[in-house]
């Protein structure tokens, strides 16, 4: 069990790090060394080890918010007076109070605290049990109400949403084992990375007005974007800080695609199209031999 | 007497001498990859990552100072390995010197064995005082001379001679495997040792060695570690022990088949899991292995400690000695400098009480088995006054710094001591930084 300290921030950054040290091993006077390759595949095992462990506890509690955000929304809808009688400032707050529960869910452990649930979406924090908003709690970050209030037409795309500099939203890739859909989640913002599916509803076709205080999810077709292979990667990753919160969500979805990619060993290193499609559990627990495939490829 | 004492609380170490360019911009070449006193301690050899192998002689003690050991000074440089080329792999094979290591002296020549990733060579050191010119009827090289050249008589007359270094076979066979690991032990047998096998080779067969130890495994995909070095048991010629980059040692006997792959003891300690890590495989691969020169023990040297084992104990060693644990809460940025990778050697002083290895900052360190004490020392041009006494330095870890003591985040990774050497019979020893060779002597009473 790998120490608690080490999250999986630092993971996407250590098989970043570790990837690159074996591209440029290639290139040492002397030729790749084998025992130092060796050991910088441990590295990237454990890592990866890591970091699918926290994404699996990320879909685990994207999976328990949505159920308990369905009862919620059962619960609502068999008093269909009270969301009639309901001021806008609550319906905002609520809102909001949606996408700081939601926010928080996102594993930015900085919110756990800040969530400020409020009427129903009390209910969903005492289901998780965060500590409940007394009565006239104070105002939701405007960051979140921003975010969360966006219409639904125009959809606009992912990349041209202002960073709003909020450092209080993490970014969080979230893997769905059933499309097979990376998504990831910005400032309380949902963007789709992989256009590889094309059923990329992502709820927003089964969503219905009464569902107004779900949160909406942007819809980014990143058509005009090429997903990365693996040479992008690696000049990307080249170019990465190392610390966590300077990566953009592009890294982290070629992250992604780098794990897939491994995951499935040297074939994938040629057909990664059909590796984006494999991205499941079994994939993602493949053999340990994978990476020494890999390195042993180069 | 060899070693009196030894004891870190009884020793003061002083300088003695400093080899080596004295300007900051280190030339690659100039990197100094081994260190290796011979069997006596009288010669002190270097080998470089230029391919060039260095041997210092120690002057016969001077009876102004009988007290005080004489000093080392250059008594050969040789080029003993050149860059190559293999062209079937499209690799470039470097010169620098991996290993060095005497063999035991027969007559009054010295052999040394020195390699690079590809080629052991056998180097000979011979002296001869003096040597007699002015043959009439041979020419310098030996050949007769026509009779009716000679108009003139004349008496030969003995010379003094240069010292020759050669190589009595012109070298041994490139191996084919890269060469990591060299153990001598008779003058007969030597071990060399690649990532994945061990052979043996007998000196006097230089076209051909036995493989006696194999780990590679059917699928290279399942390859989960590598040898890291070899040594020879120093009494007991048919026993050897290998290292692995799992932190385990094998003993391995060879009378016992002619492939060892099967061991006949295995030396690990379970891992603490309460360190476990993403760097827990680095850690704990070995970087060096010495016997004790009792044979009894023998010490092992990962990233952050030495440990001694007992050769009748397999569970766990019967010692631990850190190094460095300060640098435990770094290994992150340690790895993204590379720096985890370093292989720091260890070595015994002459009667197996106190064992030293290098560290970081210039820093080396001993560790007193008797009196379970440890110093850590420091190498640098600022205390290289003569004799000097050498002031014990400390790393603090704590939130105060005391006064004298360094902080973690201080130190100089750049400067690392990866090899030392004990005189085997004295308390000298030979300290490399990144290019010079620093020689320290118990301070005379």
Redesign the interface.
């Known amino acids: 069990m790998i120490h608690t300290m080490e999250c999986a921030a630092d993971a996407q950054s250590l098989i970043s790090i570790s990837l690159m040290k074996i591209h440029n091993s290639r290139t040492q006077r002397g030729g790749i060394k084998l025992h130092k390759n060796l050991l910088v595949s441990y590295v990237l095992r454990n890592a990866r080890q890591v970091y699918v462990k926290e994404k699996y506890a990320e879909i685990y509690r994207m999976q328990q918010y949505e159920e308990v955000m369905t009862v919620c929304n059962e619960i609502q809808e068999l008093n269909p007076l009270d969301l009639d009688a309901e001021d806008a400032g609550d319906e905002e707050q609520a809102r909001a109070a949606c996408c700081g529960e939601e926010a928080s869910l996102c594993g930015s452990a900085c919110h756990r605290g800040a969530a400020q649930p409020a009427a129903h979406a009390r209910t969903a924090s005492a289901l998780f049990g965060c500590s409940p908003l007394e009565d006239g709690g104070k105002e939701p970050d405007p960051s979140y109400y921003r975010s969360c209030c966006m219409e639904a037409a125009p959809v606009p795309h992912c990349d041209q949403f202002p960073a709003n500099g909020s450092t209080h939203c993490n970014i969080t890739t979230v893997l769905d084992l059933d499309t097979h859909v990376v998504t990831t989640v910005e400032n309380g913002y949902l963007h789709q990375d992989c256009c590889c599916c094309d059923a990329l509803q992502c709820g927003q076709g089964a969503q219905s007005p009464a569902k107004k205080r779900k949160v909406e999810f942007g819809f980014c077709t990143s058509d005009g974007e090429e997903v990365s292979d693996l040479t992008s990667a690696r000049k990307r990753a080249k170019r990465e800080d190392c610390s966590y919160f300077h990566l953009d969500y592009t890294d982290t979805s070629n992250i992604s695609n780098l794990i897939s990619i491994f995951g499935s060993g040297f074939t994938g290193l040629l057909s990664r199209q059909a590796d984006l499609e494999q991205i499941c559990s079994k994939q993602v627990l493949a053999s340990l031999g994978a990476w020494t495939r890999a390195i042993v490829a180069f | 007497m060899a070693g009196a004492g030894g004891g870190t609380s009884d020793v003061q170490w002083c300088f003695s001498q400093v080899k080596g360019a004295i300007d900051d911009d280190v030339a690659e070449a100039d990197i100094i990859s081994t260190v290796e006193f011979n069997h006596s301690g009288e010669l002190l050899a270097t080998g470089d990552k230029g391919g060039r192998v260095v041997i210092f002689q120690q002057e016969p003690e001077s009876k102004n100072q009988p007290q005080c050991r004489g000093e080392y000074n250059v008594y050969s440089t040789f080029q003993s390995h050149e860059p190559e080329f293999d062209y079937l ?1 499209s ?4 010169e ?1 010197i991996n290993k060095i290591r005497w063999l035991p002296q027969k007559n009054a020549a010295q052999f040394l064995l020195s390699t690079n ?1 590809k080629t052991i060579k056998l180097w000979k050191i011979s002296e001869r005082d003096k040597r007699p010119e002015g043959y009439n009827l041979k020419e310098e090289d030996g050949r007769y001379r026509d009779l009716n050249t000679v108009t003139t008589l004349r008496v030969p007359v003995f010379r003094p001679m240069d010292l020759m270094v050669g190589s009595p076979s012109g070298g041994v066979a490139p191996p084919p495997i890269l060469v990591n690991s060299i153990s001598s032990h008779a003058r007969w047998a030597d071990l060399s040792a690649s ?2 096998r061990i052979n043996l080779w007998n000196l006097e067969i230089t076209d051909r060695s036995f493989n006696i130890v194999d780990i590679k495994p059917a699928n ?7 040898i ?1 070095a070899v040594e020879f048991h120093p009494n007991q010629c048919n026993t050897f022990v290998y290292s692995s ?1 799992k932190g385990t040692i094998r003993l391995c006997d060879m009378r016992a088949s002619a492939l060892c792959d099967k061991h006949a003891k295995q030396f690990e300690e379970p891992e603490d ?1 309460n ?8 850690i704990s ?1 070995i970087s060096d292995v010495k016997f004790s020169h009792s044979g009894r023990y023998m010490m092992t040297r990962d990233y952050l400690s030495v440990k001694i084992w007992d050769l009748n104990m397999e569970s766990r060693p019967v010692e631990t000695y850190q190094v460095h644990e300060y640098l435990r809460s770094k290994l ?1 940025s340690l ?2 400098n ?1 720096c985890i ?1 370093d292989k720091f050697e260890c070595c015994w002083n002459g009667n197996d009480s106190v064992v030293m290895t290098g560290s970081y900052n210039n820093f080396f360190r001993m560790f007193d088995r008797g009196y379970r004490q440890d110093v850590t020392l420091e190498a640098s041009r600022e205390n290289s006054k003569p004799r000097s006494v050498l002031k014990p330095r400390k790393v603090s870890t704590g939130g105060k710094r005391k006064k004298d003591e360094i902080s973690v985040d201080s130190l100089d990774f750049n400067k690392k001591i990866l090899h030392t050497a004990w005189h085997p019979l004295d308390n000298i020893i030979a300290v490399a930084t990144t290019n010079n060779l620093y020689i320290f002597q118990e301070k005379p009473n």
């Open positions: 792999k690799l470039e094979i470097e620098k990733d990532d994945l290279m995909e399942e390859l989960t570690e590598v890291t980059s899991p360190n476990r890590s993403f760097f827990s495989e680095i691969s992150c790895y993204e590379d990778f």
